[in-house]
């Protein structure tokens, strides 16, 4: 069965120090994306992937990196992290673009910045 | 910009209650958006329960249903008999093809009481 994961699934860092989540797709799809969700805030758009290579600034960048080094991989990269970084993040992938189609989600990875 | 305004949680109802969570959306850019409702089980990723990219259609599974309604621009999710397994946080979503982007809700969390 197609499958997104997401390693690790919980991350404690310090401020100031460096972070990388993971991110695999086994559904063949070109779209990957990486969201935050804090309470009371729906899913917010980090940055998203077309293709390898390939790299868009979603609706929060500021403080994260990302990279897409295969069509299954896909990487975010905080570099100092800080507190206010503390969120749930998830990653998706998608066939195509967008609107109209349906995302297809990582169980998500818990990081706490203290 | 794109905005989804749902039932604030928890909502807790008892098994074979009914249920419904209020959905309103505003689209600034279009006039008919795609509608989507993502469930999200605990230690579990987002996956969709329903999609309706019609005004005037209803969607249906797993014995929820939503209607897509233009005039109230709504999508409320209903359910006439609620399980334990319901359980979940559910997540009203919007896509706009002028951005080709999906913008998400805050998450409703359900607890069905046996």
């Known amino acids: 069965e197609a499958a997104v994961t997401q390693s690790p699934r919980n991350k404690v860092t310090v401020t100031g120090g460096n972070v990388t989540l993971s991110c695999r797709q086994t559904n063949s799809h070109n779209y990957m994306y990486w969201y935050r969700q804090d309470t009371g805030h729906g899913l917010r758009l980090i940055h998203y992937?077309?293709?390898?290579?390939?790299?868009q600034i979603g609706d929060v960048p500021d403080g994260y990196k990302a990279t897409r080094t295969t069509q299954e991989d896909f990487f975010l990269l905080l570099e100092l992290a800080s507190p206010s970084q503390t969120s749930l993040y998830f990653c998706?992938?998608?066939?195509?673009?967008?609107?109209?189609?349906?995302?297809?989600f990582g169980p998500g990875t818990r990081l706490t910045v203290l | 910009g794109d905005s989804v305004t749902q039932t604030e949680g928890p909502v807790t109802v008892s098994e074979s209650e009914s249920l419904i969570i209020n959905c309103t959306y505003s689209a600034t850019s279009i006039a008919y958006p795609n509608l989507f409702w993502y469930v999200r089980y605990p230690g579990e990723g987002l996956q969709l329960l329903l999609k309706?990219?019609?005004?005037?259609q209803k969607g249906s599974s797993r014995g929820f249903e939503a209607t897509y309604n233009k005039e109230t621009t709504s999508f409320h999710l209903q359910k006439a008999s609620v399980q334990e397994s319901d359980s979940a946080v559910y997540y009203c979503?919007?896509?706009?093809?002028?951005?080709?982007?999906?913008?998400f809700g805050d998450g409703t969390q359900l607890v069905v009481k046996p």
């Open positions: 309706v990219i019609t005004a005037g």
């Open positions: 992937s077309y293709g390898a290579g390939n790299l």
């Open positions: 979503a919007l896509g706009d093809y002028s951005n080709n982007r999906i913008f």
């Open positions: 998706a992938s998608s066939r195509t673009g967008g609107a109209r189609a349906e995302q297809f």
